[in-house]
C-alpha cells in the first residue's frame, strides 16, 4: 500500500508564491507518475501538471506559465511550484500517484487572499 502525503499549503496573499510537496511511502517511487490536482469550493477536480517517470511534465493550457512540477525520486517527493498566485487559486490541491493503481493524498488547502 501507498501512503501519500501532500504538505506546504496554507494563507498567502495575491502575487505570493508556494511549493507544495508530495511524500510518498515504500519504494518504487521512480515507477510512479505523479500528477497534481486541485478543487475549489463548488468545482469539479481538475489536472493542474503532470510528470511522468521520466521527467517529462505536463500542463493543461490553463495551467501554464505559474506553475511548475517536479521530482526528486531519491527523496520520493514531488513538488508543485506556484507562482504569482491568484484568489481563483484558491482550492485543495492533491497529489495522485499512477502506477499499477491509484493513490491520492487528503490535499493541502491553499487559500490566496488579502
Known amino acids: 500500500q501507498v501512503h501519500v502525503v501532500e504538505s506546504g499549503g496554507g494563507l498567502v496573499q495575491p502575487g505570493g508564491s508556494l511549493r507544495l510537496s508530495c511524500v510518498a511511502s515504500?519504494?518504487?517511487?521512480?515507477?510512479?507518475?505523479v500528477n497534481w490536482h486541485r478543487q475549489a469550493p463548488g468545482r469539479e477536480r481538475e489536472l493542474v501538471a503532470a510528470?511522468?517517470?521520466?521527467?517529462?511534465?505536463n500542463y493543461p493550457d490553463s495551467m501554464k506559465g505559474r506553475f511548475t512540477i517536479s521530482r526528486d525520486n531519491t527523496k520520493n517527493t514531488a513538488y508543485l511550484q506556484i507562482n504569482s498566485l491568484k484568489p481563483e487559486d484558491t482550492a485543495v490541491y492533491y497529489c495522485?500517484?499512477?502506477?499499477?493503481?491509484?493513490?491520492w493524498g487528503r490535499g493541502t488547502q491553499v487559500t490566496v487572499s488579502s
Open positions: 510528470i511522468s517517470v521520466s521527467g517529462t511534465t
Open positions: 495522485h500517484l499512477q502506477f499499477l493503481g491509484d493513490y
Open positions: 515504500g519504494s518504487s517511487f521512480s515507477s510512479f507518475t
